[in-house]
Nanobody, 123 residues
């Protein structure tokens, strides 16, 4: 059973930066996708960024150019570097792993989820 644990959330001022981490107990991923999703109060969960088994990436339009997803296989860890944060980025952020190779930010494609880490951007 894959277990995921996010960390790195917090409160920052607009324009600030945070780096989220997601550690896994099982990094035997082959043709998989890993991603970050977020959910704000009263809103549906939405995909933020994805990295495929081949290293290719996919971003939601609102974060492209500000967020960077990466992985370190030697540390079994997924990262999300977030720069120039905006109040609308405030949400609970979740990492997720899909058994599918198909790269799409669709929550139903992901079988394994962490419990989330809160990001709050406010003046």
């Amino acid at each position: 059973q894959v277990q995921l644990a996010e960390s790195g959330g917090g409160s920052v001022l607009p324009g600030g930066s945070l780096t989220l981490s997601c550690a896994s107990n099982d990094w035997t991923f082959t043709e998989n996708c890993m991603a970050w999703f977020r959910q704000a109060p009263g809103m549906e969960r939405e995909g933020v960024a994805l990295i495929s088994w081949d290293g290719s990436t996919l971003y939601q339009d609102s974060v492209r150019g500000r967020f960077t997803i990466s992985s370190d296989n030697t540390k079994n860890t997924l990262y999300l570097q977030m720069n120039n944060l905006k109040p609308e980025d405030t949400a609970m952020y979740y990492c997720a792993v899909s058994d599918s190779w198909y790269p799409a930010l669709i929550a139903s494609l992901f079988q394994y989820w962490g419990e989330g880490t809160q990001v709050t951007v406010a003046a």
